[in-house]
């Protein structure tokens, strides 16, 4: 009868599972063989190269997701400092068709720069189509950046969720929603809109429009807070008072003067961004309707040239200074395999002569 392998022998000892690198490279065999091509292909397909015709590299990327498969090179490259780019993206909503020079969108880029800039990092800005969010972990992917901060939710809350589930290291500025997966840094909608209405309502108004689209996940709390004030103070939420628009100054005029041509009483107008309110002021002059005589307007957001309008406009300011340090704070804790939970920040109402009543 043979003899027992001792303890200590090679015979004796345990298999050992693949080491993470022989994984990667199996996942990537198995990718190889599904396509067709070589792991070769495959790895430089993953990685951007442009040696692949784009449709193979699509076809891979495809299969790639398909296995939750992704390269994450994020921490290996932030600790032999090989690459200290950060990507920015702005997604291009189709609905909205919010421009990337939209005030808010370069404010937040601004506030980026200089957190970025202070902690010795660089900046990489792009543009992705808010239906094809993926597209955003490409940077991250192939190396060239090693975590993407994203700036708005927009109604793609299942592809952030995706792309979380996949370890893409990435930071979302937006609102918390239930079953999130992806970490979420924003201002305090809810208080946001209840500062606004309840501004108004201490003002007198009772018959307050909303303009903004309560689909929008930020917009949706900025109108919950809306209607609990409303309700604390016994006013009936009327759906005639609702300019259902996204972020669009042209649609925000046109809400507004179909608000006015329809004859229904308001006497404020609180809108979810100070480019909306803006519109809505407008739409207000060619009505005669003088802003704050005749109708009161709060905005959100307080950008740069808030207190520059005509009248300078009362608005709920925005942590945008704080935002670049918070989400990239909340990016490097990912990226060097920690968690970071989802962050709210405080808000505050800024009261200007748009809303002030002359004596």
Request: overall charge neutral; proline content about 5%.
């Amino acid at each position: 009868m043979p003899n027992d392998p001792k303890p200590d022998s090679p015979a004796a000892a345990k298999p050992t599972a693949p080491a993470a690198t022989d994984t990667k490279r199996l996942q990537m065999a198995d990718i190889a063989r599904l396509a067709g091509v070589s792991v070769g292909t495959v790895s430089r397909a993953l990685s951007g190269s442009l040696l692949i015709s784009k449709e193979t590299r699509e076809r891979i990327e495809e299969l790639a997701r398909s296995l939750d498969y992704s390269i994450n090179v994020s921490a290996q490259n932030l600790r032999l400092k090989t690459t200290r780019t950060i990507a920015v993206v702005i997604p291009y909503d189709k609905v909205s068709r919010q421009h990337i020079s939209d005030p808010f969108f370069l404010a937040m880029v601004g506030s980026l720069a200089d957190a970025l800039t202070e902690r010795g990092f660089d900046m990489l800005l792009s543009r992705v189509d808010a239906d094809n969010l993926d597209s955003a972990a490409r940077a991250v992917n192939s190396g060239v950046a090693i975590g993407v901060i994203l700036i708005g939710q927009w109604r793609h809350h299942d592809q952030l969720n995706q792309l979380a589930a996949r370890r893409v290291p990435i930071v979302v500025w937006g609102t918390q929603i239930a079953q999130q997966l992806y970490c979420s840094v924003g201002g305090d909608n809810i208080a946001g809109g209840a500062m606004a209405t309840q501004h108004l309502l201490d003002l007198g108004m009772r018959r307050i429009a909303f303009v903004g689209d309560p689909q929008l996940p930020e917009v949706s709390d900025r109108y919950r807070g809306y209607v609990e004030q409303l309700a604390a103070a016994g006013i009936t939420v009327e759906s005639e008072l609702l300019v259902k628009v996204p972020f669009s100054a042209e649609q925000a005029r046109a809400g507004i003067t179909r608000l006015c041509d329809s004859g229904v009483a308001f006497d404020a107008v609180f809108a979810c961004s100070d480019v909306l309110a803006a519109a809505a002021m407008q739409a207000l002059h060619v009505f005669g309707r003088t802003v704050p005589d005749r109708v009161a307007v709060v905005g959100y957001d307080d950008i740069e040239w808030a207190s520059h309008a005509s009248p300078p406009l009362t608005t709920v300011r925005q942590p945008i200074a704080r935002a670049g340090v918070e989400l990239l704070d909340a990016l490097l804790t990912i990226i060097e395999g920690g968690t970071a939970a989802p962050r709210t920040l405080p808000v505050e109402l800024v009261v200007r002569a748009s809303t002030r009543r002359r004596s």
